[in-house]
């Protein structure tokens, strides 16, 4: 049975906590080297939905996707305007 990316990704975290790497290095990490700036926007704005104000949830993320197209085209050529 193979594991899923999901389930090796938390197999990873664990292994990272217990070698003594905080959860504030780790997210740093990511949102500064492994996400897109959008993306890495988007999750936090996920983040804080969930945390702070869910209310407001759907207000912030309305426009996920309305520059995806623009974004994507912009990568073909070299140019990521979202970082």
């Not at 504030?24 to 500064?32: G, P």
């Not at 936090?44 to 939905?49: G, H, L, W």
């Not at 996707?65 to 197209?69: I, K, P, R, S, V």
């Given at each position: 049975m193979s594991r899923t990316n999901r389930s090796q990704a938390m197999e990873l975290l664990s292994e990272l906590?217990?070698?003594g790497v905080s959860a504030?290095?780790?997210?740093?990490?990511?949102?500064?080297y492994s996400l897109s700036g959008e993306d890495a926007l988007y999750a936090?704005?996920?983040?804080?939905?969930e945390f702070l104000d869910e209310e407001d949830y759907e207000e912030d993320n309305s426009h996920k996707?309305?520059?995806?197209?623009d974004y994507n085209s912009g990568l073909l050529y070299g140019v990521d305007n979202n970082q």
């Open positions: 906590q217990e070698n504030e290095s780790m997210l740093h990490f990511i949102l500064t936090m704005r996920d983040v804080k939905a996707y309305d520059d995806e197209e």
